[in-house]
């Protein structure tokens, strides 16, 4: 069964990088029908996708945080990887790492459903 | 881009069937079928319960349904069971190859 492990410090000071980490077990990373990706949860609010990417190396990126945000994927150690850039207190939230399905799509594989979700960390953006 | 509208809130009381809306644009719910459902309770982490629009996962009781129309996604829920009582968070994959969520609904059973 597959698993998703959230890692990383739980304070991070303002103006700083945030840098969490995404441990998968029981599933291959380098498997051509998943993508994986970060989203996150301010306490109270709903939810924000952040990124994804795929085994290749192939990243997508939410618009409004794509300036400061880095997705990586190291498949020696079956994990992947968020940096998110000049942290502010808005940054503070709930970090989720996620399976994605595949789907073909005009030619064009794409990413759609979170299947699996790593429990989460909070992380706040604190002095 | 703008996060899907979603009713703030709904209820219904045990036995009775409840329905969540989920409006996008044609660059996103109605120009894929790419809509999947999430429900969330309180400090865990969300669990998929409708993914393709209409498709359920396996372990997924089937008084959970998804519809489309249009720019339009539904999640509809009948025979509500105290269980059920938490937040609903539909998505989208999107033209600008995002994904986008929806406001989040919290489900009250009376």
């Known amino acids: 069964q597959l698993q998703l492990q959230e890692s990383g410090p739980g304070v991070v000071k303002p103006s700083e990088t945030l840098s969490l980490t995404c441990t998968v077990s029981?599933?291959?990373?380098?498997?051509?029908?998943?993508?994986w990706g970060w989203i996150r949860q301010p306490p109270g609010k709903g939810l924000e996708w952040i990124g994804s990417?795929?085994?290749?190396?192939?990243?997508y990126y939410n618009p409004s945080l794509k300036s400061r945000v880095t997705i990586s994927v190291d498949t020696s150690k079956n994990h992947f990887s968020l940096k998110l850039s000049s942290v502010t207190a808005a940054d503070t939230a709930v970090f989720y790492c996620?399976?994605?399905?595949?789907?073909?799509?005009?030619?064009?594989?794409?990413?759609?459903?979170?299947?699996?979700w790593g429990q989460g960390i909070l992380v706040a953006g604190s002095s | 881009q703008s996060a899907l509208t979603q009713p703030a809130s709904v209820s219904g009381s045990p036995g009775q069937s409840i329905t969540i809306s989920c409006t996008g644009t044609?660059?996103?719910?109605?120009?894929?079928?790419?809509v999947s459902w999430y429900q969330q309770h309180p400090g865990k982490a969300p669990k998929l319960m409708i993914y393709?629009?209409?498709n359920r996962p396996s372990g997924v009781s089937n008084r959970f349904s998804g519809s489309k129309s249009g720019n339009t996604a539904s999640l509809t829920i009948s025979g509500l069971q105290a269980e059920d009582e938490g937040d609903y968070y539909c998505?989208?994959?999107?033209?600008?190859?995002?994904?986008?969520f929806g406001g989040g609904t919290r489900l009250t059973v009376l």
């Open positions: 998505s989208s994959y999107t033209s600008n190859n995002t994904l986008l």
């Open positions: 044609s660059s996103d719910v109605g120009g894929y079928n790419y």
């Open positions: 393709d629009v209409s």
């Open positions: 029981g599933g291959s990373i380098s498997s051509s029908s998943y993508y």
């Open positions: 990417i795929y085994y290749s190396g192939s990243t």
């Open positions: 996620a399976r994605l399905g595949v789907r073909l799509h005009l030619g064009e594989v794409i990413f759609g459903t979170l299947l699996d």
